[in-house]
């Protein structure tokens, strides 16, 4: 029984210990000039909402990948698609009219 219980909490831990990685950038960060900045493959959920804030719009796919919609100055918007782990997929970012 004490091992079942010893390897419950190690999960525990572990789980922790990710959703911490996730929810907040390293200190430190230093956050990209421009939107093109944040890399696919290197950039997080909140690495993003560290440099930008709170999305205007945040949407959620059944297969765990979200979204996250800016309006930003001079009627540029961006959109931000992340896996499920919380790391960038893909940014795109049109042209203004």
């Not at 890399?39 to 796919?61: F, I, M, R, W, Y």
């Not at 765990?64 to 970012?93: C, E, M, N, P």
Request: proline share 9%.
């Amino acid at each position: 029984m004490q091992l079942k219980a010893s390897a419950i909490v190690s999960l525990l831990l572990v789980a922790a210990s990710l959703s911490a990685c996730s929810s907040a950038p390293p200190p430190g960060y230093a956050c990209p000039g421009t939107v093109a900045g944040f890399q696919p493959n290197e950039a997080t959920s909140a690495e993003v909402e560290h440099c930008l804030g709170a999305p205007d719009h945040k949407t959620q796919e059944q297969d765990g990948r979200y979204s996250y919609w800016y309006q930003l100055k001079d009627d540029v918007s961006a959109t931000f698609l992340f896996s499920s782990g919380g790391r960038l997929i893909s940014v795109t970012s049109p042209a203004p009219p």
